[in-house]
């Protein structure tokens, strides 16, 4: 019997550890080029959420264009990056990219 036991455990275990889901994805351009050349300026805002309850931060676009004093826009990157542990644990990270002049 402790043998079934163990392997029943086993089992739950890696259940468990199969229904984790970790995604990252940077969306869509990448201007990066031109603002090491000087051509566009870059600013940057920030938000995410633990547990789908408490959230933080603004990641508008609006948000980004005023931390890097931008007032026209010519790109716009997003990366997202999350965690996701049964569907029921999580931990969400939103990145807003603008560039512009």
């Known amino acids: 019997m402790p043998l079934r036991k163990t392997f029943i455990v086993l089992l739950l275990i890696a259940g468990l550890v199969s229904a984790a889901n970790i995604v990252n994805t940077t969306l869509p351009l990448d201007a990066e080029k031109k603002v090491a050349s000087g051509e566009l300026k870059k600013g940057e805002s920030y938000s995410g959420s633990y547990l789908g309850l408490i959230t933080y931060g ?6 980004a264009a005023e931390n890097g004093g931008i007032k026209n826009i010519v790109y716009v990157d997003r990366k997202e990056s999350s965690f996701v542990f049964l569907n029921l ?13």
């Open 89 to 101: 644990l999580g931990v969400a990270k939103y990145k807003t990219i603008v560039y512009g002049y």
């Open 58 to 63: 603004d990641a508008s676009i609006k948000a």
